[in-house]
């Protein structure tokens, strides 16, 4: 149960993104069916079935049969939301492209994610978060200073600017469809997503409060209250005290007065500034300087690992991190007071294929003569 109770969405065969807006569909109570590729179709980077997976049943169908895009087109007659990653044009030769898709169901809400678009230059290119990350102009402003950019992980332009800018589109979409009964196509490019999430710093910089070099502005590591420090152990806590008052009482923490210290909040004593508070920081480990600043609201945190983070005492509390399939993973997102929402259990490729078209109205007959023709199985990916 959760508030998305009822609502019934097809998820095609994809990677990363599309498989995270799928997860969080189902953790939101949407009741997902994954469509998985047989093992044939996967070429080059794979992963096993995982918490990723989560929360969904899963049919195995070749989609490049006729029979198979037939099948997924039975499906999309009962669902509200189809999700699918493919090319440009890779879905209508397949004959499950949005225009079929609607023809069955008005009311379907189409989500297309891709990393550039359905149309311009580079929508047939392939790319990754990076490339997409490059061309949105955000992935310059990332790094040190006079080093090349550094990729922050796959977080920004598969996550961040995809399946959370999809997730938007679909709900919006569905809300009108709900309201008119219209459907709608929702054209989700990833380097639109990671652009859409520059815009505070476009407006800093068409302001004239921003400069386009990496570590020479205030949210960047540029200023000296707002970076990462490294402790006496070799690892690292995190300085955000960008209000005067933050600030004045991290240094107060620290036994100084602000009147002593080098100014963060002017310009030209930034690296002194950094360098003194670097000469401190040196002197202690993280843990002795997160207990310290523990009590304090000097904005000082420690740069915890992924294995660290589950057991810090604040995400204990909040329960940040459950475990799913003996994987440590965060918790479902947002959380709701009516409407609660549990991590659901991880789907084996293809293994609810059978139970799906029972309630479909398949017959043995007919999904014995799928599976002899290799339309449907259950797709097992190696690890």
């Known amino acids: 149960m959760g508030p998305l109770d009822g609502v019934r969405v097809l998820e095609l065969p994809a990677l990363g993104p599309v498989p995270f807006a799928g997860m969080m569909l189902a953790d939101l109570g949407a009741s ?63 004959g499950i492209g949005p225009d079929l898709a609607l023809e069955r169901n008005p009311a379907l809400v189409y989500g297309r994610m891709t990393g550039w678009g359905q149309d311009g230059p580079l929508a047939q290119r392939a790319g990754h978060d990076i490339s997409y990350l490059a061309l949105s102009g ?9 080093r090349r950019p550094m990729p922050p992980v796959n977080y920004l332009a598969d996550f ?89 009482e991290l240094v107060h923490t620290l ?27 040196l002197t202690r480990s993280r843990d002795e300087w997160a207990a310290i600043f523990a009590d304090t609201d000097s904005c000082v945190t420690p740069v915890l690992t992924l294995a660290e983070a589950p057991d810090h005492a604040h995400n204990r509390v909040r329960r940040s991190f459950v475990e799913v399939d003996d994987v440590t993973v965060a918790a479902p997102v947002p959380r709701f007071s009516a409407t609660p929402t549990e991590p659901g259990r991880v789907s084996t490729p293809g293994g609810d294929t059978d139970s799906i078209l029972d309630e479909f109205g398949c017959d043995a007959d007919e999904r014995a003569a799928l599976r002899s023709a290799g339309v449907i199985g259950a797709y097992d990916v190696d690890p």
Request: glycine share 12%.
């Open 160 to 248: 961040g600017g995809g399946a959370m800018m999809i997730i938007t589109g679909i709900l919006a979409a569905l809300l009108h469809a709900r309201a008119t009964g219209e459907g709608q196509v929702v054209d989700a490019a990833m380097t639109d997503g990671a652009a859409y999430l520059t815009t505070m710093t476009r407006q800093f910089a068409g302001t004239g409060h921003w400069v386009d070099e990496r570590e020479r502005n205030l949210l960047d590591g540029g200023a000296p209250n707002y970076r990462c420090y490294r402790t006496a152990d070799d690892k690292y806590v995190a300085v955000g005290a960008l209000e005067p008052k933050f600030w004045a």
């Open 255 to 281: 036994g100084a007065d602000v009147a002593d210290v080098p100014d963060p909040f002017d310009h030209d004593q930034w690296e002194a500034c950094a360098e003194w508070l670097s000469a401190i920081l």
């Open 32 to 94: 997902v069916i994954k469509v998985d590729r047989p093992a044939d179709a996967h070429a080059g980077l794979e992963y096993p079935p995982g918490p990723l997976e989560r929360g969904r049943r899963s049919m195995g169908i070749d989609l490049r049969t006729t029979a198979g895009a037939d099948l997924a087109l039975r499906l999309v007659e009962r669902s509200d939301v189809l999700i699918e990653g493919f090319r440009p044009g890779v879905a209508e030769r397949l």
């Open 138 to 146: 955000a992935l310059h402003g990332i790094g040190e200073h006079d």
